[in-house]
């Protein structure tokens, strides 16, 4: 099976511009979850879903935003970018729902915002 | 709420040597807790995890972990290391505490493993 899947792998955007990141999961796994990556907070849950319904967030301001759709792939989107919002994005997917499921990391989209 | 604590930011060891990196968690109900391995500018592959059928997990290239609920640990070990073992660890807790845990991972701060010739 083809793994976890992530585009664009390097983006760079300017304050205040927005973006949207995409992510395939594998096939079948119906759960999709997005993390940001930085030097100085570490591996931070944004949100997760699952059958194209957000189950959980995480603590991040409504700038954030995502959807699933009905195959699975989900987007996420940052509005008026601010210079902090450079991070990797790491998608993961997993099978099902549930606390024991393994998550399965895509090779994440590298923001830099100017 | 779960938390995860990695002790030692960074880890140096030589080739073949003991690697032993350190991991305590927190949890209110049972935990379920993973180690992942990320390479420079790749995303994070598994390790391991353990959730609740042994207390010693084997996972691969040869690193194992022992759940201690004793101790609220979690350290993943390797009896020989090797020069391709060196990226950044990262342990990671969940839980099956209702509505704010669904897919989410809570992470510690990583462990840079450094391997020396």
């Known amino acids: 099976k083809a793994g976890v899947t992530q585009t664009p792998r390097y983006l760079i955007k300017t304050r205040g511009q927005q973006v949207t990141l995409s992510c395939s999961p594998i096939s079948g796994h119906r759960s999709v979850s997005w993390y940001q990556q930085t030097p100085g907070q570490g591996l931070q849950f944004l949100f997760e879903y699952f059958s194209e319904t957000q189950r959980n967030k995480g603590n991040f301001p409504g700038r954030f935003s995502g959807r699933q759709f009905s195959n699975s792939r989900s987007e996420m989107n940052v509005s008026t970018l601010e210079l902090g919002d450079s991070a990797l994005y790491l998608c993961?997917?997993?099978?099902?729902?549930?606390?024991?499921?393994?998550?399965?990391f895509g090779p994440g989209t590298r923001l830099l915002v100017l | 709420a779960q938390s995860v604590t990695q002790l030692g930011s960074h880890v140096s060891v030589s080739e073949g040597a003991l690697v032993l990196l350190r991991c305590n968690y927190s949890?209110?109900?049972?935990?379920?807790l993973f180690w992942y391995v990320q390479y420079p500018n790749q995303g994070l592959q598994l390790l391991l995890k353990?959730?609740?059928?042994?207390?010693l997990v084997k996972g691969i290239n040869g690193f194992e972990a022992e759940f201690k609920k004793s101790e609220t640990s979690f350290h993943l070990t390797k009896p020989s290391a090797h020069m391709s073992d060196a990226a950044e660890y990262f342990c990671a807790v969940s839980a099956n505490a209702g509505g704010t845990s669904y897919g989410k991972l809570t992470f510690g701060q990583g462990t840079i493993l450094t391997v020396h010739p």
């Open positions: 993961a997917s997993s099978q099902s729902q549930g606390p024991q499921e393994t998550q399965y």
């Open positions: 353990y959730t609740s059928a042994a207390t």
């Open positions: 949890s209110s109900v049972p935990p379920y």
